[in-house]
């Protein structure tokens, strides 16, 4: 640690960061565009111009280091009068399109504008005209009126892809950003770029002309498509009656863990995670007939002692798990208990990882054995989850007058072999404790309340012990 003084304030800092990044750590606002916490430090907008001791003149706080007795300044004469003139310039082609803008509401042009500028426009000269919706990706739209070159999309592609697909072409007033001759981008984590653009030059189509930002709330949680674990954001609609007929999961956005995921994600859990949501079941069934409560408890007393298998599921939580294994490993003293989980996909160095369930770890941490180990013929079975489609094989091994029961949030396709099925919270319903793949624990609390009154798993598994333990 080292001492600096910030607008005649000392403080205690790090040694090694930025001024940018000082001030921040202290609550102190310096505007920037161009800086980004996990992209290096580029000094191209000039937004962060503070005054520093010593200096003959103004030095942009994200490319200077800290050090011992460093005396700043962010809000002098000279450093209001420097911010107001570089928002000028940037505006000087930037087209007065917030009302149309997707990224209005959280755009950081508009944002200093509101707290710096405020001012006329000098400039007489005519505005250029560009290409307004060039297609960057599947996924992406580039309005190069917008772009105020700070560089990040570029940086991104080049620093943490390590696959330069953007560049900068022409140079003065005429540049612009484009990819190498007018491809496509081809990225897994297409979609950092438009969240990282810090205005409205490229936007992402699935939001594209949605929904307004200030109509959308954060709901933080984790993404549960691999065993990364990555920190995420659900935009969902607020509390608006007009409103009612959107999905409720409207867009997904990276969180910010720097030893997780840094602050991105990938594609697929951007864009995929909504299919969660889809083919729900929320009917408890017993041979296919509607069932309350009363009954199924009749049903699970007659048939939870005689189960010899147990299919748990890696969507299971900490908690989850470890419950079901007190129930049927040490209570009922079951043997045959595995863990099943969506399959093996691919993987890079970046983020994605090959295994696509969010609690592997823990399942094997617990001793549970993969199904792969099953050997031997099923008489009656639990299931956690819509088992069947992923391991068609195992319904080989099940006996023809088997009871399987079910416990899972969607309706299989196959449901005739079902003999109970009881409907539950998905994963963004319910919260608990997960382990990634580095054995990383991380707590999640539900980000959205069920459409009917179901139950979690681990209410289920409460349920069923307290049946077992009265009898």
Not at 334 to 344: E, L, M, S, T, V
């Given at each position: 640690?080292?001492?600096?003084?910030?607008?005649?304030?000392?403080?205690?800092?790090?040694?090694?960061?930025?001024?940018?990044?000082?001030?921040?750590?202290?609550?102190?606002?310096?505007?920037?565009?161009?800086?980004?916490?996990?992209?290096?430090?580029?000094?191209?907008?000039?937004?962060?111009?503070?005054?520093?001791?010593?200096?003959?003149?103004?030095?942009?706080?994200?490319?200077?280091?800290?050090?011992?007795?460093?005396?700043?300044?962010?809000?002098?004469?000279?450093?209001?009068?420097?911010?107001e003139?570089?928002?000028?310039?940037?505006?000087?082609?930037?087209?007065?399109?917030?009302?149309?803008?997707d990224?209005?509401?959280?755009?950081?042009?508009?944002e200093?504008?509101?707290?710096?500028?405020?001012?006329?426009?000098?400039?007489?000269?005519?505005?250029?005209?560009?290409?307004?919706?060039?297609?960057?990706?599947?996924n992406?739209?580039?309005d190069?009126?917008?772009?105020?070159?700070?560089?990040?999309?570029?940086?991104?592609?080049?620093?943490?892809?390590?696959?330069?697909?953007?560049?900068?072409?022409?140079?003065?007033?005429?540049?612009?950003?484009?990819?190498y001759?007018?491809?496509?981008?081809?990225?897994?984590?297409?979609?950092?770029?438009?969240?990282?653009?810090?205005?409205?030059?490229?936007?992402?189509?699935?939001?594209?002309?949605?929904?307004?930002?200030?109509?959308?709330?954060?709901?933080?949680?984790?993404?549960?498509?691999?065993?990364?674990?990555?920190?995420?954001?659900?935009?969902?609609?607020?509390?608006?009656?007009?409103?009612?007929?959107?999905?409720?999961?409207?867009r997904?956005?990276?969180?910010?863990?720097?030893?997780?995921?840094?602050?991105?994600?990938?594609?697929?859990?951007?864009?995929k995670?909504?299919?969660?949501?889809?083919?729900?079941?929320?009917?408890?069934?017993?041979?296919?007939?509607?069932?309350?409560w009363?009954?199924?408890?009749?049903?699970?007393?007659?048939?939870?002692?005689?189960?010899?298998?147990?299919?748990?599921?890696?969507?299971?939580?900490?908690?989850?798990?470890?419950?079901?294994?007190?129930?049927?490993?040490?209570?009922?003293n079951?043997?045959?208990?595995?863990?099943?989980?969506?399959?093996d996909?691919?993987?890079?160095?970046?983020?994605?990882?090959?295994?696509?369930?969010?609690?592997?770890?823990?399942?094997?941490e617990?001793?549970?054995?993969?199904?792969?180990?099953?050997?031997?013929?099923?008489?009656?079975?639990?299931?956690f989850?819509?088992?069947?489609?992923?391991?068609?094989?195992?319904?080989?091994?099940?006996?023809e007058?088997?009871?399987?029961?079910m416990?899972?949030?969607?309706?299989?396709?196959?449901?005739?072999?079902?003999?109970?099925?009881?409907?539950?919270?998905?994963?963004?319903?319910?919260?608990?404790?997960?382990?990634?793949?580095?054995?990383?624990?991380?707590?999640?609390?539900?980000?959205?309340?069920?459409?009917?009154?179901?139950?979690?798993e681990?209410?289920?598994?409460?349920?069923?012990?307290?049946?077992?333990?009265?009898?």
């Amino acid at each position: 640690m080292i001492k600096i003084k910030i607008n005649d304030k000392e403080y205690s800092v790090k040694e090694g960061l930025t001024v940018l990044q000082a001030a921040e750590e202290v609550g102190i606002e310096i505007p920037h565009f161009c800086a980004h916490e996990y992209l290096k430090p580029a000094g191209l907008c000039r937004m962060c111009l503070v005054e520093i001791k010593g200096a003959r003149k103004l030095q942009t706080s994200c490319t200077t280091p800290v050090k011992e007795g460093l005396e700043v300044w962010t809000e002098s004469e000279a450093v209001v009068k420097a911010r107001e003139e570089v928002l000028k310039l940037h505006f000087a082609n930037h087209p007065i399109d917030c009302p149309e803008c997707d990224q209005a509401g959280e755009c950081s042009l508009q944002e200093y504008y509101d707290k710096y500028g405020f001012y006329d426009n000098p400039y007489i000269i005519k505005k250029e005209k560009r290409e307004k919706d060039m297609e960057l990706s599947d996924n992406l739209i580039l309005d190069r009126e917008r772009c105020i070159l700070c560089l990040r999309c570029v940086r991104f592609t080049e620093e943490i892809l390590g696959d330069k697909q953007l560049f900068v072409y022409e140079r003065g007033n005429k540049s612009y950003i484009s990819t190498y001759k007018g491809e496509k981008i081809i990225s897994d984590y297409s979609g950092n770029i438009a969240e990282i653009c810090p205005v409205g030059a490229i936007t992402d189509k699935s939001f594209r002309f949605k929904i307004r930002s200030w109509f959308l709330e954060k709901r933080e949680t984790i993404c549960p498509l691999c065993s990364r674990g990555c920190n995420i954001y659900i935009e969902t609609p607020k509390d608006k009656p007009y409103l009612d007929n959107y999905e409720r999961l409207i867009r997904v956005k990276s969180g910010d863990n720097g030893e997780i995921n840094k602050s991105f994600i990938c594609d697929t859990g951007r864009y995929k995670l909504a299919e969660i949501e889809k083919r729900r079941n929320y009917k408890a069934i017993y041979e296919m007939q509607n069932v309350n409560w009363v009954r199924i408890k009749k049903i699970l007393l007659e048939h939870i002692v005689t189960l010899d298998t147990i299919i748990l599921s890696s969507w299971l939580s900490n908690e989850e798990i470890d419950l079901a294994l007190s129930v049927f490993r040490d209570y009922l003293n079951i043997k045959n208990i595995f863990y099943w989980g969506r399959k093996d996909g691919e993987e890079d160095n970046i983020l994605i990882r090959k295994d696509k369930n969010p609690n592997t770890t823990y399942l094997i941490e617990k001793k549970v054995k993969n199904i792969d180990s099953i050997d031997s013929r099923i008489s009656n079975l639990l299931v956690f989850g819509d088992f069947f489609e992923d391991n068609p094989s195992v319904k080989e091994m099940i006996g023809e007058n088997s009871f399987i029961m079910m416990i899972s949030p969607y309706l299989p396709r196959d449901i005739g072999k079902i003999n109970l099925l009881l409907p539950v919270t998905n994963f963004l319903e319910k919260g608990g404790n997960w382990t990634n793949y580095e054995g990383r624990g991380q707590t999640t609390k539900p980000v959205f309340n069920p459409k009917e009154e179901i139950k979690t798993e681990f209410e289920i598994l409460q349920i069923i012990d307290s049946l077992l333990r009265k009898e």
